[in-house]
């Protein structure tokens, strides 16, 4: 199975369901081909076998019987205390357990076996009396692998040790092969990731140079982002998911004419009318998703989906919900949609108060650049009508930092 590393699959690429889905096909398909592969007796006859039994003449006639079919790989004690830590430190492939042992029972052996994830699919089987039917079911709720009856019949012994192992080798080789896979899509997954991440900055960067006044504009919005974030207490991965999709917000100004977009001075009411349908056409740039699947989803901020460990996934539906909800007002006066307070998506919030800074602060083709202080007092200003009150005092907390990011990214003339 390959990814589609095509822009619009990387866009508008697979949702971490169907990511997942398609990893779990990967590894259901190597397990089922794998299945098929027949793991030979033969290559079982290098396997560790332990035996656990208080009597050592027995331990020596087990060993002695397998050792006669090819097995040459012993762990033994007549010491029952010393199971458990031979379990762990030995891991055997299999052990063989006698249940009646003085001190610790083979159960109680078989039981803390079967609570250590370390150890627990070892395959145990245990040597037990004939007709001893209470202990066989308490061994069999247990877990354990199979039974044989002393005195052991050698032929009986050396069958039921190869069919345990066989199982056990396919069990471990099936194991490494679902790890190595679960490398694999992890691996492809940061590659889409990376894709995805590299295209956002593309088509920023392809905005930028349209509307060629505001050179690092984007990027001085994107850190400012992430300050206030930063401010707000939110984790460290979402910081960057706002840093990374708030670069996208004006990507819709590539769908402005250059005679209202570029113009120096004070555009009409008409020209305003027509540069407001710049929140539109981002969103729809960035999600091509139809109008009634974004009405269904209304503004709902996208970060509410956000699974933990996987942000950077929901890039496109933030950077969607950015570009569309950057200029809507705390006090509902703001465009396209009129929105008014926690209606506003936290992301457009954060944004907007960002946005409105960077253009305060750098010249447009309408006004200078105005002074630190007096973009402070204006921004001031716009506390409870355009910004949301908490988000401001956030973005005022970092100011320090506001200013060395207007320093170090300023434009050229
Ligand atoms: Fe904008």
Same mark, same amino acid.
């Given at each position: 199975?390959?990814?589609?590393?095509?822009?619009?699959?990387?866009?508008?690429?697979?949702?971490?369901?169907?990511?997942?889905?398609?990893?779990?096909?990967?590894?259901?398909?190597?397990?089922?081909?794998?299945?098929?592969?027949?793991?030979?007796?033969?290559?079982?006859?290098?396997?560790?076998?332990?035996?656990?039994?208080?009597?050592?003449?027995?331990?020596?006639?087990?060993?002695?019987?397998?050792?006669?079919?090819?097995?040459?790989?012993?762990?033994?004690?007549?010491?029952?205390?010393?199971?458990?830590?031979?379990?762990?430190?030995?891991?055997?492939?299999?052990?063989?357990?006698?249940?009646?042992?003085?001190?610790?029972?083979?159960?109680?052996?078989?039981?803390?076996?079967?609570?250590?994830?370390?150890?627990?699919?070892?395959?145990?089987?245990?040597?037990?009396?004939?007709?001893?039917?209470?202990?066989?079911?308490?061994?069999?709720?247990?877990?354990?692998?199979?039974?044989?009856?002393?005195?052991?019949?050698?032929?009986?012994?050396?069958?039921?040790?190869?069919?345990?192992?066989?199982?056990?080798?396919?069990?471990?080789?099936?194991?490494?092969?679902?790890?190595?896979?679960?490398?694999?899509?992890?691996?492809?997954?940061?590659?889409?990731?990376?894709?995805?991440?590299?295209?956002?900055?593309?088509?920023?960067?392809?905005?930028?140079?349209?509307?060629?006044?505001?050179?690092?504009?984007?990027?001085?919005?994107?850190?400012?982002?992430?300050?206030?974030?930063?401010?707000?207490?939110?984790?460290?991965?979402?910081?960057?998911?706002?840093?990374?999709?708030?670069?996208?917000?004006?990507?819709?100004?590539?769908?402005?004419?250059?005679?209202?977009?570029?113009?120096? @001075? &004070?555009? !009409?009411?008409?020209?305003?009318? =027509?540069?407001?349908?710049?929140?539109?056409?981002?969103?729809? #740039?960035? %999600?091509?998703?139809?109008?009634?699947?974004?009405?269904?989803?209304?503004?709902?901020?996208?970060?509410?989906?956000?699974?933990?460990?996987?942000?950077?996934?929901?890039?496109?539906?933030?950077?969607?919900?950015?570009?569309?909800?950057?200029?809507?007002?705390?006090?509902?006066?703001?465009?396209?949609?009129?929105?008014?307070?926690?209606?506003?998506?936290?992301?457009?919030?954060?944004?907007?108060?960002?946005?409105?800074?960077?253009?305060?602060?750098?010249?447009?083709?309408?006004?200078?650049?105005?002074?630190?202080?007096?973009?402070?007092?204006?921004?001031?200003? @716009? &506390?409870? !009508?355009?910004?949301?009150?908490? =988000?401001?005092?956030?973005?005022?907390?970092?100011?320090?930092? #506001?200013? %060395?990011?207007?320093?170090?990214?300023?434009?050229?003339?």
């Amino acid at each position: 199975m390959t990814y589609d590393f095509t822009a619009a699959a990387v866009l508008d690429g697979p949702s971490t369901t169907e990511r997942l889905e398609a990893a779990l096909q990967l590894v259901s398909a190597a397990t089922a081909e794998d299945a098929g592969r027949p793991v030979s007796r033969d290559t079982t006859k290098c396997a560790k076998i332990m035996i656990v039994d208080d009597e050592p003449i027995n331990i020596k006639v087990v060993q002695k019987y397998l050792q006669g079919h090819g097995y040459s790989h012993f762990v033994t004690t007549s010491d029952a205390t010393r199971a458990i830590d031979m379990f762990r430190t030995q891991r055997p492939d299999i052990a063989l357990l006698d249940i009646m042992m003085p001190e610790v029972s083979g159960i109680e052996i078989l039981q803390q076996v079967r609570a250590d994830r370390q150890i627990s699919r070892i395959p145990v089987v245990i040597l037990t009396a004939v007709g001893d039917a209470r202990i066989k079911q308490k061994a069999l709720e247990l877990g354990a692998t199979d039974f044989l009856t002393k005195p052991v019949d050698p032929s009986e012994l050396v069958l039921r040790v190869g069919n345990a192992l066989v199982v056990k080798s396919h069990y471990d080789h099936l194991a490494n092969y679902s790890v190595q896979l679960e490398r694999q899509v992890r691996a492809r997954t940061s590659e889409l990731m990376a894709s995805r991440r590299g295209l956002v900055q593309t088509l920023a960067r392809a905005a930028e140079y349209r509307d060629n006044e505001t050179a690092h504009h984007i990027v001085r919005v994107g850190r400012y982002v992430g300050l206030i974030a930063k401010e707000l207490k939110m984790p460290e991965e979402i910081i960057e998911l706002l840093e990374e999709a708030s670069l996208l917000h004006d990507v819709g100004k590539i769908g402005i004419a250059d005679a209202i977009l570029l113009k120096p @001075g &004070r555009l !009409t009411e008409d020209e305003y009318e =027509i540069m407001r349908q710049h929140c539109a056409f981002g969103r729809r #740039i960035i %999600q091509q998703s139809l109008e009634s699947a974004w009405e269904r989803h209304g503004t709902r901020s996208q970060l509410q989906l956000v699974e933990p460990g996987n942000a950077i996934a929901w890039l496109i539906p933030v950077a969607a919900m950015i570009a569309q909800t950057h200029h809507e007002h705390w006090d509902g006066g703001g465009y396209p949609l009129g929105l008014r307070g926690e209606q506003i998506p936290i992301e457009g919030r954060i944004t907007a108060v960002a946005d409105v800074f960077d253009a305060l602060s750098n010249k447009r083709p309408y006004k200078e650049a105005y002074a630190f202080d007096r973009c402070i007092e204006m921004m001031e200003r @716009g &506390r409870g !009508t355009h910004f949301d009150p908490q =988000i401001l005092d956030a973005f005022l907390q970092r100011t320090d930092q #506001i200013l %060395q990011v207007q320093i170090d990214l300023a434009d050229v003339d």
